[in-house]
């Protein structure tokens, strides 16, 4: 199952600039965050909380940023 995190990783670059900034918030390496972002990684569900806390996202807008799939 393919999802798309590109609201995911704008919403990274809005609230902290970077990739970088936001791996060393979520206390993640910026690769892992990359290759989850990239979809050749899962996200765990503790890291999922963790990112809705970071970047305040309201519990209606979690299936936009996490569950949005890719159309092929």
């Known amino acids: 199952m393919n999802f798309?995190?590109?609201?995911?990783y704008n919403k990274i670059v809005e609230k902290y600039g970077s990739k970088h900034n936001f791996?060393?918030?979520a206390g993640l390496s910026e690769k892992?965050?990359?290759?989850?972002?990239?979809?050749?990684?899962?996200?765990?569900?503790?890291?999922?909380?963790?990112?809705?806390?970071?970047?305040?996202?309201?519990?209606?807008?979690?299936?936009q940023y996490f569950f949005n799939y890719k159309v092929q």
Request: glycine share 2%; proline share 2%.
């Open 23 to 25: 791996a060393k918030a």
């Open 32 to 63: 892992s965050i990359t290759l989850k972002l990239d979809g050749k990684d899962e996200w765990k569900q503790d890291e999922i909380a963790n990112t809705i806390e970071l970047l305040e996202i309201d519990s209606s807008e979690i299936p």
């Open 4 to 8: 798309n995190y590109s609201s995911l």
